[in-house]
């Protein structure tokens, strides 16, 4: 099925692998997925986003917030991320990042802080998805792996909202080193 609007692509690494979505809209999922990695992790991701980029042409491509301010993410998942953006620059896509602080605030006029809070809060609005919200976290529990789907999910309903404002390449600017 081909797209009548550009497509955007949006992605949320783990430890894992990766929850991906593309939109064609801020209503409009056309395709979703998860990939695992085992072995070689980075590499294994890398791959496959090329894959995706290849198979879908994005216009761009989304990304939630690292490798300085206030994020916590391991020093593999920064590289990563790191690799990923460098992937679609090199292929003319635009890269946007944000802060788990602008996602949540997209979320807060529906009563949703946490990340279960705003993975309930799309299964509502999307339909296509309630299915796959995992069931709320134990205290002791690690994130379930179904909710990278709905980070990324997050990610590109936060782009459409805030109408398209951190590009990578400002961020580039503002960076260590």
Known sequence: ???????????HATSHGFGYVLFEGP????DWGAVTARNNKSTTCLGKLEKLLDRFTPECLILEE????????RQ?????Y???ASVAASR???VYVYTKAQIQACFVTVGARTRHEIADAIAR?????????????????????GMALFSAIALILTHYR???????DDLLHDAPG
Do not use: C, Y
């Open 1 to 11: 099925m081909t797209p009548k609007n550009p497509l955007v692509l949006a992605l």
């Open 27 to 30: 209503f409009a999922p056309h």
């Open 66 to 73: 690292f490798g300085h301010g206030l994020s916590q993410r």
């Open 76 to 80: 593999r998942l920064t590289l990563l």
């Open 82 to 84: 790191r690799s990923m």
């Open 92 to 94: 003319s896509i635009d």
């Open 125 to 145: 609005q999307f339909e296509i998805f309630r299915h796959k919200l995992p069931k709320a976290r134990k205290p002791w529990e690690s994130e379930k792996r």
């Open 162 to 168: 805030l109408g398209a404002s951190q590009l990578f």
